[in-house]
């Protein structure tokens, strides 16, 4: 069975970067489209990023485009979100998601389209 564990997270001041990890067992991060979501205090999960199991697809959520990065690395089996120029609205816990039936080139923004998650990494990002 696939495992996704997220980690990363922590506390840093507005302005400032993190970059989160996302590493896999049970499946290579290539044969899957993988992403990216969070959850605020008292909100419901949505999209930040994604990409096709290609690789070369990418989708990025409005309210982050220009600031995060999603990645991966195949030698490590992991996948990665670089988000620079925090924002105290980026506050959340963040969850990565792994589509094992994906096609190889969609990018999927839906959360009903994962069918593996990770358990979460708190991002608080101070004024």
């Known amino acids: ?12 001041q507005a302005g400032g970067s993190l970059r989160l ?7 290579t991060v290539s044969t899957a489209a993988m992403g ?5 205090p008292g909100e419901g999960r949505v999209i930040v990023a994604a990409f096709s199991r290609s690789g070369g697809g990418r989708y990025y959520a409005d309210s ?3 600031r995060f990065t999603v990645s991966r690395d195949n030698a490590k089996n992991t996948m990665y979100l670089q988000m620079n120029s925090l924002k105290p609205e980026d506050t959340a816990v963040y969850y990565c998601a792994a589509n094992t039936g ?9 959360s009903a389209a994962y069918d593996y998650w990770g358990q979460g990494t708190q991002v608080t990002v101070s004024s």
Do not use: I, N
């Open 36 to 40: 990216w979501f969070r959850q605020g």
């Open 1 to 12: 069975q696939v495992q996704l564990v997220e980690s990363g997270g922590g506390l840093v």
């Open 102 to 110: 994906a096609d190889y080139y969609t990018t999927y923004t839906s």
């Open 64 to 66: 982050v485009k220009g």
């Open 21 to 27: 990890s996302c590493a896999a067992s049970g499946r």
